[in-house]
C-alpha cells in the first residue's frame, strides 16, 4: 500500500486539505494558522464553526511569548504537547501541578479537584503569562474566579477543557466574563491536543 | 456560578450523560467502557459511530494486561496520558522512543517519521504486547508491514492515529489485514486522548 511517509509532505498536504473548510470564514492569516492546527489535531473540520478567538487574542500571546512568558496547564497531557524546545529560546517554561503530592492532598481534603488547588496554587505567577486549559472545567473555572478577586491578569488564556460536565458553561463563562484576551472552542469539545495546537501555533507564529 | 467540583461526581455525571447515546448499539458491558472512556475524552457523542472492536480485542487486551504486559506507543502525548501506575501494578512499562536521539537521526538520514523508525527499532518486543497508536499513520502501517514480514504478534493493537493524510487508509488497512485484534475508529478522527483512553479503559476493566 502507497503512502506518504516524509513529514514535511505530511503536514503541507494536510494543510492544504484543511483551507476549503476555512476559505470563507474570513480569517485572518494567523486566525488560519490556529484554525488549521487545531483541525489538524483533532481530525475534524467541525471545529472550524466553534473556535472562538478574541481580537486582541494572537497579538497578546506571541507579545508574552516574545518577552519569554511561562505557560501555564492544568494536566501533563498538555504540557507534553507544547514544543517547549521553542518556548525555551524565549526563556519560558511550562508549568503543571497535577501531580504534585501537595495538591493532591489539599484537593482531597477539600473534597474538590487537583486541577482546582493547581491554579489556585500558581496565583500570582500567573499574571502576565499564558494560561492553557485542555482538560479540567473546574481549571478554567478557578482561574475565572481568581481574576474577579485579585489583579491576577494572565495576557492570554487558551480555555478549551472537554467533556459533558461543566465544560461547555466553563466556556460560555470565558467569553462572557474574561477581562482577557481568550482563545476557546464553544460546546463540548476540547481536549489536550486541542490546548497544545493552539499554544504550538502562537509559537510557530511569533518568530519574526 | 455554580458547577460540580467533586471529581467523582463529575465523571459518574458524565457516564450518565454518555449512556443514552449507546443505547441502541448492542454492545458489552465491556464495549460500554470503551466506547463511553472514548466519548468522554473527545466531548464527541459521534465517535459511536466510527469506533470497531475486533471481537476478541478486550479479551486479549485484558488477558495481555494481567500478565504484565509492555505498552509500546507512537508518541509521548499517548504515554502521558495512559495510566502507568495501575499498568505497573502488574509489571508493565509504557515505552515511547519518538524523542530518542538515534531514531531521529536514523528518520532524518532515510527520510521517513520518526514513529516509523521507533516501530522497526522495538521490533520483537511488540510480540504479545499492546500496541497504542494515537497519532501517527505511518507508525500504524509500519507495525501492519512488520506483522507481514515477520512472526511478531502483539496481542492487541489500539490503532487510532489521526488526521487528513493516511490516517483513515492505516486504519482501514488494520481493519482489512491485522492478525491481531485491534481496537480503531474509522475516519480522519482519532488522537492521543483517544488511545490513552482506550488503553486506560482495559487497565480499569481487567482487574478482578
Known amino acids: 500500500m502507497h503512502y506518504i511517509t516524509e513529514p514535511m509532505a505530511i503536514e503541507e498536504r494536510s494543510m492544504e486539505i484543511i483551507a476549503p473548510y476555512l476559505a470563507e470564514l474570513n480569517l485572518t492569516p494567523e ?19 466553534i473556535i472562538e ?3 486582541d487574542a494572537i497579538r ?12 501555564f496547564c492544568d494536566v501533563e497531557m498538555v504540557r507534553t504537547g507544547i514544543n517547549k524546545r521553542r ?3 524565549n526563556g519560558g517554561t511550562v508549568h503543571c501541578l497535577i501531580g504534585d503530592e501537595k495538591v493532591a492532598s489539599t484537593a482531597k481534603e477539600l473534597g474538590i479537584t487537583r486541577s482546582m ?4 496554587t500558581f496565583g500570582e505567577r500567573l499574571h502576565g503569562s499564558i494560561v492553557a486549559i485542555g482538560n479540567a472545567p473546574t481549571a478554567l473555572f478557578e482561574v ?3 481574576m474577579k478577586e485579585t489583579t491576577i491578569r494572565p495576557a492570554l488564556i487558551i480555555g478549551v477543557p472537554v467533556g459533558f ?8 463563562f470565558l467569553a462572557e466574563t474574561s477581562p482577557v484576551p481568550y482563545i476557546t472552542v464553544r460546546g463540548n469539545k476540547g481536549g489536550s491536543p486541542i490546548a497544545a ?7 510557530y507564529m511569533h518568530r519574526r
Chains 1, 2 share one sequence.
Not at 486566525?31 to 464553526?49: L, Q
Not at 488547588?117 to 489556585?120: E, G, T, Y
Not at 460536565?165 to 460560555?172: I, M, N, P
Open 31 to 49: 486566525e488560519v494558522k490556529v484554525f488549521s492546527r487545531i483541525i489538524h489535531a483533532a481530525g475534524d473540520p467541525e471545529y472550524s464553526k
Open 53 to 55: 478567538i478574541h481580537k
Open 60 to 71: 497578546a500571546g506571541c507579545a508574552a511569548l516574545e518577552s519569554g512568558c511561562d505557560i
Open 87 to 89: 518556548l525555551a529560546d
Open 117 to 120: 488547588v493547581a491554579m489556585r
Open 144 to 146: 475565572l474566579n481568581l
Open 165 to 172: 460536565v461543566g465544560a461547555s458553561e466553563s466556556k460560555d
Open 197 to 203: 495546537a493552539v499554544t504550538n501555533a502562537l509559537l
